[in-house]
T-cell receptor
């Protein structure tokens, strides 16, 4: 398996633009997580899904952030409109229930908003 | 509420020196604790978890419920251990929520 696949790997965008980050979890995994990594705050859980259903979105910072999981093999994290303080690395991770709670991370999407 | 605290942002040691990366947690029930590692330009990966009581790459971590700690230790650091280390907690029950600390950057000097 190729692991969790994220795109784009790097994105630079102007303030106010819409940003869409994409994630393909590991096949057979039924939980998906979106994390944001910054120097100051470390890894923050934004939202997670079980069986494509959002379970906990309490970490989503503002209404500008939204996430969807239309099917078991695809999820998006959208920021609209983007702001410079959204600059961070966004990680997607997935897990299969009963696998000892190990979650597997993607390589991250490096977002810079100027 | 679940909370993980890693008090040190940076820990710098010389090769061969002992290493201890501190992690304290706050959780009212019986947590599951993990250590994840992120090498330069690589994805986060699981290093070890307390329920396995294993040693990976010479690292060990013991869950101390009295002190609510899960410190990561290695007796002799190697240069290839230089990486970002994250302590993580998963609460009990049906929740899948995995909460991370802010991370500690370990720099092993030659």
């Amino acid at each position: 398996d190729a692991g969790v696949i994220q795109s784009p790997r790097h994105e630079v965008t102007e303030m106010g633009q819409e940003v869409t980050l994409r994630c393909k979890p590991i096949s057979g995994h039924n939980s998906l997580f979106w994390y944001r990594q910054t120097m100051m705050r470390g890894l923050e859980l934004l939202i997670y899904f079980n069986n494509n259903v959002p379970i906990d979105d309490s970490g989503m910072p503002e209404d500008r952030f939204s996430a969807k999981m239309p099917n078991a093999s695809f999820s998006t994290l959208k920021i609209q409109p983007s702001e410079p303080r959204d600059s961070a690395v966004y990680f997607c991770a997935s897990r299969r229930q009963g696998s000892g709670n190990t979650i597997y991370f993607g390589e991250g999407s490096w977002l810079t908003v100027v | 509420a679940q909370r993980v605290t890693q008090p040190e942002k940076l820990l710098s040691v010389f090769k061969g020196a002992p290493v201890e990366l501190k992690c304290n947690y706050s959780y009212s029930g019986s947590p599951e604790l993990f250590w994840y590692v992120q090498y330069s330009r690589q994805r986060l990966q699981l290093l070890l978890r307390h329920i396995s009581r294993e040693s990976i790459k010479g690292f060990t971590a013991d869950l101390n419920k009295g002190e609510t700690s899960f410190h990561l230790k290695k007796p002799f650091a190697q240069e290839e251990d230089s990486a970002m280390y994250y302590c993580a907690l998963r609460g009990g029950g049906a929740t899948n929520k995995l909460i991370f600390g802010t991370g500690t950057l370990l720099a092993v000097q030659p």
